[in-house]
């Protein structure tokens, strides 16, 4: 039997991961306290509805029960009852938006700031996010994008690749991408945008594409690019990093950003890494 833990920050996605585990045939348990987790896994290994596949989920929603966390885990290794966990993050911005969407408090924090409750969380979930199988970072990703990740995890049995890529497209005029680790400023290529019959179009669409890709400085500049990306990523995950954010900026975001950070995603993609692109100044109809 395939026994799941899944596990995480607060508002990092682990509701819509049970979600995306139902999908894919999981049995579900939300919430569970930990030190039920030995005699739950117990109980479905005996169950005589031959379930095969099982999710529980095990938060600081559990209070004082999550300290019980490692010896329930240890109880299970005893029992040779086989596990793996599953461990959702965000970056604290993205957390804090969330709960502030939601008109939430913090679950250990529920009459301070949002930003101390988080930081508490993250000591008290630091050991169990070391020994995770799998760490998924749901700072960028969109609810469809999630249920892709665990897909492959767990239905198509790919290696979770450390290292997500963001390649955002934006507009300078719009501001600068401030939580890019690298940027690339696109406005040397002829701008579609003074071509008429493409300037309602978005580098989404293949003549605007044609156009960016028409130019010689554009095959050079992206070729020296995937290069350096070359180079710098093994560097990336050596270090440890989970997140590279790739900024591509023109001047209003729409066109010729939009068309090299879909091209870099697929190169990137094609060379084995866990890739999204994501368009910050407009949005696809």
Not at 14 to 19: E, L, N, R
Request: with cysteine.
């Amino acid at each position: 039997m395939e026994f799941v833990i899944i596990t995480g920050m607060s508002g990092a996605g682990k509701s819509q991961a049970m979600k995306a585990m139902e999908d894919i045939g999981y049995y579900c348990m939300d919430n569970l306290p930990p030190q039920l987790l030995p005699k739950f896994a117990e109980l479905c290994y005996e169950s005589k509805r031959n379930i095969e596949k099982v999710a529980v989920v095990v938060d600081i929603r559990g209070g004082i029960f999550f300290e019980d966390l490692f010896r329930s885990l240890d109880d299970l290794k005893e029992q040779d009852l086989k596990y793996r966990i599953l461990f959702l993050d965000a970056e604290d911005e993205v957390l804090i938006k969330r709960y502030k969407e939601l008109r939430r408090p913090h679950p250990l924090n529920p009459n301070g700031r949002i930003i101390e409750g988080i930081e508490k969380e993250r000591v008290l979930l630091q050991e169990v996010r070391n020994q995770a199988n799998y760490i998924i970072d749901t700072s960028r990703l969109t609810i469809g994008m999630l249920k892709e990740e665990i897909a492959k995890i767990f239905l198509e049995g790919q290696e979770l690749r450390k290292l997500t890529i963001s390649v955002v497209s934006f507009g300078f005029k719009h501001g600068i991408l401030l939580d890019a680790d690298l940027v690339f400023d696109v406005r040397f290529i002829p701008n579609p945008y003074y071509v008429k019959e493409l300037r309602e179009l978005t580098g989404e669409d293949a003549d605007v594409r044609n156009y960016v890709f028409r130019w010689e400085q554009t095959g050079v500049f992206i070729g020296k690019l995937m290069d350096m990306l070359n180079f710098l990523i093994p560097y990336y995950i050596e270090e440890g990093k989970s997140q590279l954010i790739i900024g591509i900026g023109c001047t209003g975001g729409k066109h010729r950003s939009v068309a090299i950070a879909k091209d870099i995603e697929e190169k990137l993609k094609g060379e084995g890494h866990r890739t999204i692109a994501i368009h910050r100044d407009y949005r696809l109809e």
